[in-house]
């Protein structure tokens, strides 16, 4: 394999963020990651706690979104909910930028959005990964055309403090012409663009459309250190099945 299996699990926060998350789902969530020997488990505010207690002294940080899914949360509310997790436990935070300020342009609106989150992060020893939700962001917006518009973001967030930038929640769905929703999630060529627009002290993270092994490889060669993942179980025991079998 051309990858080890610890470099692999350990560049995935199993993510446990559907709407109708159950109590018991969270435990066998956290469970399954400690099994697997995963980044993190990325969850709800209301659930830092409970999993700070089963992941304790296993290694698999906890990690907590802020704003989620669309970011539209006011900024000192998402200081206070950064603030909140981390007393209860999160190591990480994955905040969701305010899309509808960057898309009218509000730039030192949404550099102050993410400041403050990441001061306050930082503050009690947690860092800071910033979701653009790139499948909204296609068409640009502010007089630049998409990947202008994304690079603009990348920019910001590093001077904002960000330790990753993320390209969506996995839950950014898209209203179609026939009125149907669907989402890319994370895309090669948005992958490409936000690791050569962020300097090498910004990690990227993909999230959204990531659900196989050969998935999460093709991440990490376009420079992801970190992939937010459900479908964990099936990706790391195809691993150990090519790795049996010599593949």
Known sequence: MKYTYEQLAGMIDHSLLHPTLTDRELEDGCKLAVKYGVASVCIKPYAVRRAAELLAGSGVRAGCVIGFPHG??????KRYETGLACRDGAVEIDMVINLGKALSGDWDYVEQDVKVVCDEAHRHGAKVKVIFENDYLGQGGA???GD?????LCQI???AGADWVKTSTGFGFVKQ???GYNYQG???????LMRTACSPKVQVKAAGGVRDLDGLMRVRELGASRCGASATAAILDEYRRREAAGE
């Open 72 to 77: 539209n949360s006011g900024t000192e509310s």
């Open 143 to 145: 007089g630049l055309d």
């Open 148 to 152: 202008s518009f994304k690079r603009r």
């Open 157 to 159: 967030c590093e001077r």
């Open 177 to 179: 012409p026939g009125g």
């Open 186 to 192: 994370a895309t090669a060529h948005d992958l490409k």
